[in-house]
């Protein structure tokens, strides 16, 4: 290493220095051929780098997609750079500008470098670029490709082609839109279909062409086109209206479908549009015909359903029926059901066996196809033996080809023409013997005429009444001898005056103005006074008639007088009676409306004509309820109904009893024992027509009469059983058989002590009850302290709570509050210690007893049983922890001598009236009082008393 370097340094050191280097230009000193060398191969060298480069630059210029591009210029400034440097060697041959040709080739020796390090970079691209043959073979390929793509642009121009001349032929037209540059095609042809020439720019399709789409329409086909792009429909295809160039609207079909690239975004659509305008129309046009059609069927069902005519259809030549309307029911009397279940029984089933040949024949010609058509009447028989007749008419369809498919037919009922016309002969055949008749009678009638006028002639001389006959002026012309005999006058007196002369001045004022309206109307009547020559006046009931002759003018005037001067008398007279019967009338009638009795009027049926208004107020039923109903179904209970039936039976015959007792039936199906009095009607003949009865309402009596009957046995039973321990006790003592001083004598005198001692209570109580229910007792009614009696109350029953183990609690409120009223203050108390004595009987022992007071306003409810509203009331409650009572016996332990067991009279000394005298007390305080019980949990006894007008004010200024 040691003799290596210092060698390295001085060879180093040889080529940098430059005092090793020989001077320039020496090497060619007296040598001219090595300059001309030197020169010629520098000039050759200059000249071939710069046509290398030309070169290089046509062939760049003529190939734009030559590889290595970059490569090639870069040595084509190597190649420039290299000439310059050997032209710089000839130049310095004649001037020794060394500075600049060593500069030029630093340049050089720098873009060599370059070139080589470039080379170096693109030598793996150069390796893998293709060899000359395998560039002929690309260019083989590519040649083969350039002929295949050519032949497939033709056959794509003919396709284009052809598919243009079927777009033309299907008058379509074809768009293609871009979704992400907006850009939008669209073809002549649509262009076209709307009205606007080639040149026109419809715009692109998200903004111009959408308002061209029908306002009614724009979001159904927005709505189309973003979910075909969104890919939830395979194609995009949509019916809609476009605005043409005329501003009038063309029915389109668009169909389009879009091309996605791979990140799913739409980048083309392409669809067509197609006039269907003449499709939209014709569809219309059909909606519109499939509706009339609908409607006219419609209607033609409804006039089917609504025709009293059997509509029918049977298919032929099978005989099946297809079809009959709903006429059928009404015309047959049987469901159409059974007519389309029994096809092969179809005539037979209805029409009578007279008339089924012609029916027969003619079916069976049809089904022959012998006969086209029939009008038959035949009848029918309905499942009720009723007979109908009917009109059957029938025609038969056929094909084209003469094949018959239908028969259609239309029944009519005509048994109401058949009876008219049965009817129509008979009364031809009446009006024909009429005729013959009136023929007779004709003759008949003329000799009667002649004998009618003479009997008239006789009439008229002979006639009691008067008989004038007047002309058309009221002049008399004729009277009969009645009028001359019976009125005074001559003859001559009364012809050629006017009637009304004879009348009395108040009706020749009336006949005057009556007699224009007479001959209008042809007839008239009325009542007129006639004068007679001595002054009597009479009056008359006088009739006019005009008589006209065959040409229909006025004859005469005829007019009757009949003297009914007798029949006025007596027409007053019988006013006056008629007076006085309605005036005996109005006073019965308001006797029997008004007395405080049932009076009830039945016919000879049984039925009510009449009742009075006491009998309507004990029913609580209204008159229009009871007149015309049958008294015995209505009004009297059913188990007595057949006994009071008979028993009316009997009253119409002769012989009857009139006193009868039975029940009546209010309008709440409540009875009333009714005590009846009976009276037979009859008619002037002596004909039984009907009742009139007075009855006399018994119900609280009987009910009286029968709580006496109650309440003697039940007292008899309570009073005997403690006579009887006494009387047991006093025999065993009496006779020796128990000794007095002996235990068992003792407690014999102790039973008898005992049931002489709940006699008393037993009779005591009794009194003190009647007293109270027949209001001996008044009750004495002061102000009173409702904490006053309910200390009272207490301190009288503690010793019995004492002893039993019961604790008496009063609410402090009830102490503390001053509820002031007006009641008998004994009477309350005595109601308090009941209750509280009955609630320590039956309560165990250990258990409490709660006795409270309230003021209760009129707006708070009572808890079962309100007061009057309009007042306050003072509550009471006793409330104990006994056995509870039964819910059936919360109503009845208030009743005489009930309690909750039939032994508590013996086990807790009870008599069974003590609730009752506490309801009598209450209910005269003018309170109610109730219970509310739970069996095994307690009873709650209630009393409210009302607070008197003077005590409530105080009461509430109290407060």
């Not at 009959?324 to 389309?340: K, M, S």
């Not at 002054?535 to 009739?543: E, F, I, K, P, Q």
């Not at 309801?919 to 949990?937: A, C, D, F, L, P």
Request: hydrophobic share 35%; charged share 25%.
């Amino acid at each position: 290493m040691s003799i290596v370097n210092p060698i390295m340094i001085n060879f180093f050191d040889y080529l940098l220095f430059a005092e090793t280097f020989i001077p320039q230009g020496n090497c060619y000193l007296g040598q001219p051929n090595v300059i001309w060398l030197h020169l010629i191969s520098d000039a050759l060298i200059t000249l071939a780098y710069y046509l290398i480069v030309i070169l290089l630059v046509y062939l760049i210029r003529q190939r734009q997609n030559l590889p290595f591009k970059g490569l090639l210029m870069l040595f084509g400034a190597f190649i420039i750079c290299g000439g310059t440097t050997h032209l710089m060697e000839l130049w310095t041959v004649w001037d020794p500008a060394y500075w600049l040709s060593g500069s030029i080739k630093a340049i050089t020796a720098i873009v060599s470098v370059y070139t080589a390090i470039k080379l170096y970079s693109i030598i793996p691209r150069i390796q893998n670029s293709p060899s000359l043959a395998g560039l002929e073979q690309l260019n083989q390929e590519l040649k083969s490709q350039i002929e295949e793509r050519i032949l497939a642009e033709q056959s794509l121009r003919q396709r284009e082609q052809r598919w243009q001349l079927a777009l033309q032929a299907a008058n379509q037209g074809i768009w293609d839109w871009n979704p992400k540059t907006n850009e939008t095609f669209v073809s002549s042809r649509c262009k076209e279909m709307l009205g606007y020439d080639e040149s026109y720019d419809i715009g692109n399709y998200n903004h111009q062409w959408r308002t061209h789409i029908h306002p009614d329409d724009l979001d159904q086909v927005i709505k189309a086109m973003e979910d075909h792009l969104a890919q939830k429909t395979s194609y995009y295809v949509q019916e809609y209206r476009l605005r043409c160039n005329n501003d009038s609207y063309k029915w389109i079909l668009d169909q389009a479908q879009a091309l996605w690239n791979e990140a799913g975004d739409p980048v083309r659509v392409v669809g067509s549009i197609t006039d269907i305008s003449d499709r939209k129309q014709t569809e219309e046009a059909f909606q519109e015909n499939e509706k009339a059609l609908k409607s006219n069927e419609e209607r033609l069902r409804a006039i089917m359903s609504s025709l009293q005519d059997v509509v029918w259809s049977v298919s032929l030549p099978s005989g099946i029926l297809r079809y009959v309307n709903i006429a059928f029911e009404q015309v047959y009397g049987r469901p159409t059901f059974e007519l389309f279940s029994d096809q092969d029984n179809l005539w037979r089933q209805f029409v009578v066996p007279e008339d089924f040949d012609p029916v027969d024949k003619a079916w069976r010609a049809v089904q022959e196809n012998r006969r086209q058509s029939w009008d038959l009447e035949y009848r029918i028989q309905l499942s009720n033996g009723e007979i109908r007749w009917l009109n059957d008419r029938a025609r038969v369809v056929r094909r084209d080809n003469g094949t018959s498919v239908h028969l259609h037919g239309i029944t009519t009922d005509i048994t109401e023409r058949k009876q008219q016309e049965a009817q129509l002969q008979q009364l031809n055949r009446e009006l024909q013997q009429l005729n013959r008749e009136l023929e007779i009678r004709v003759q008949q009638r003329t000799a009667a005429l002649l004998e009618s006028e003479q009997r008239f002639r006789s009439l008229f001389e002979s006639a009691p009444d008067f008989i004038h006959i007047l002309d058309t002026q009221g002049m008399i012309e004729q009277v009969n001898p009645a009028v001359i005999q019976q009125s005074g006058y001559a003859e001559s007196e009364l012809i050629g005056n006017r009637l009304e002369e004879f009348f009395t001045p108040t009706y020749q004022n009336i006949c005057q103005q009556q007699f224009p309206v007479l001959l209008e109307q042809g007839t008239h009547r009325q009542e007129i006074e006639f004068v007679c020559k001595n002054g009597t006046v009479l009056t008359t009931d006088s009739s006019y008639s005009v008589v006209h002759d065959t040409q229909g003018n006025i004859s005469y005037i005829l007019v009757l007088q009949r003297d009914i001067s007798s029949r006025k008398r007596f027409e007053e007279e019988r006013t006056q009676l008629i007076a006085s019967l309605q005036e005996s009338e109005r006073r019965w009638r308001s006797l029997l409306e008004n007395v405080r009795l049932v009076v009830v009027g039945l016919d000879r049926e049984g039925k009510v004509e009449y009742v009075n208004p006491f009998f309507l107020e004990l029913t609580r039923y209204t008159e229009a309820e009871v007149l015309g109903k049958d008294w015995f179904e209505n009004f009297l209970p059913n188990y007595q109904q057949q006994s009071v039936q008979q028993y009316f039976q009997d009253i119409l015959e002769p012989d009857f009893k009139p006193h009868y007792q039975h029940s009546i039936l209010t309008k709440s199906k409540q009875e009333k024992i009714i005590a009846w009095n009976n009276t037979l009607l009859q008619n002037l003949q002596g004909e039984a027509i009907g009742t009139m009865s007075i009855g006399e309402d018994i119900t609280e009596r009987y009910a009286i009469e029968r709580m006496k009957d109650e309440f003697t046995s039940v007292v008899s039973h309570e009073l005997r059983t403690p006579l009887t321990s006494i009387h047991g006790a006093l025999n065993l003592l009496s006779t020796g058989l128990i000794q007095p001083q002996s235990e068992r004598g003792q407690r014999v005198i102790g039973i008898a002590a005992d049931s002489a001692e709940r006699l008393v209570r037993l009779v005591n109580d009794i009194l003190e009850l009647e007293r109270l229910e027949s209001g001996k007792i008044r009750l004495s009614k002061q102000p009173v302290n409702a904490a006053e009696l309910m200390v009272k109350a207490v301190d009288q029953v503690q010793v019995m709570a004492n002893r039993a183990g019961i604790k008496l609690e009063v609410s402090p409120q009830a102490i503390e509050s001053e509820i002031e009223f007006e009641a008998d203050s004994d009477r309350i108390i005595q109601v308090i210690t009941n209750l509280l004595s009955n609630g320590i009987k039956f309560s165990d022992r250990g258990s409490s007893l709660w006795l409270t007071v309230e003021l209760q306003q009129p707006e708070e409810p009572e808890r079962t049983s309100p007061p009057d509203p309009n007042s306050a009331t003072i509550l009471f409650t006793v409330k104990d922890q006994g056995r509870g009572i039964p819910d059936d016996k919360l109503e009845s332990i208030f009743g005489r001598f009930q309690q909750v067991d039939a032994s508590d009279a013996r086990k807790k000394g009870g008599t069974g009236l003590g609730l009752a005298i506490c309801r009598n007390i209450v209910e005269q305080h003018g309170g109610k009082i109730w219970v509310e019980s739970t069996v095994g949990e307690g009873s709650s006894f209630y009393f409210t008393l009302p607070e008197q007008t003077a005590a409530a004010e105080g009461g509430k200024d109290d407060n």
